[in-house]
């Protein structure tokens, strides 16, 4: 089940879409298969990123209903699984929900969004060679299984990388008012996760600054503060800032 969730990343990754998500479901087939033959239900994360996966599809599809529809049933597997919502992986999850259900994802074809970004640049300023989208998603998806294998390092590294990917986005979009304010939104997306990561470190101090920084760049794409993903990035903000540290 995990070498075909692999093969699912592989070509969700090079835009084979259909193919990618076949292996994802199969992938989730399997992994239930597997649960009903035993007493606990240990693969509940696993069926829960498959679904991940396929509303990504969804969402690069422009099926944003069926996309909140199959990311729902991820979070429903969380829950089963016991996963409280404070969890990054539910995080992760919660956030593509929220993704699909704002229709705030970016336009299937990356040439193109990547056509619109380069057009967006002064033609005086020095060109730029800028990251497409499936690249980026590409990072955030190792960045997800790495948590979810708890290998906070790669994670971090990872995400790491998409926040650099990003600041060049953000950079070429100063002057674009509607594609700026939703790269700002999944910045600060990222922004959240990469915060949830190192509090599970313990590194405290880059946590708060992560969340703030996630804060700022939610208020500044005009995403309302009673919006779900900001009221649980501001609880989670006030817990790092009530922990006692050394």
């Known amino acids: 089940a995990q070498t075909i969730y692999c093969m699912a990343e592989l070509y969700d990754h090079t835009g084979e879409l259909e193919q990618a998500a076949k292996l994802f479901s199969e992938s989730l087939q399997l992994r239930l298969f597997s649960d009903a033959h035993k007493e606990s239900r240990s693969n509940m994360v696993h069926c829960a990123m498959c679904l991940y996966g396929m509303g990504g599809i969804h969402i690069k599809q422009g099926e944003f209903d069926e996309a909140s529809a199959v990311i729902e049933q991820a979070l429903s597997y969380c829950d089963a699984h016991g996963i409280p919502d404070t969890n990054v992986i539910y995080i992760m999850i919660r956030t593509r929900l929220d993704e699909a259900n704002k229709n ?3 336009p299937p074809e990356a040439d193109e969004s990547n056509a619109s970004l380069n057009s967006s640049i002064d033609e005086n300023e020095e060109t730029v060679s800028l990251p497409s989208f499936s690249e980026i998603e590409s990072l955030e ?18 995400l790491t990388r998409v926040m650099q990917k990003r600041k060049i986005l953000l950079q070429a979009l100063k002057h674009n008012g509607e594609k700026g304010a939703s790269l700002k939104y999944d910045t600060a997306c990222t922004l959240f996760t990469f915060g949830q990561v190192l509090t599970m470190q313990r590194n405290y101090a880059s946590a708060e600054k992560a969340f703030k920084d996630s804060l700022k760049l939610f208020k500044r794409s005009g995403t309302p503060p009673d919006t779900p993903v900001v009221l649980r990035l501001c609880e989670a903000l006030k817990k790092i800032l009530e922990t006692p540290r050394a």
Do not use: F, R, W, Y
Not at 146 to 156: P, S
């Open 104 to 106: 705030l994802a970016p």
């Open 141 to 158: 998806l190792t960045a997800a299984e790495a948590i979810n294998e708890g290998n906070l390092d790669d994670a971090v590294a990872q």
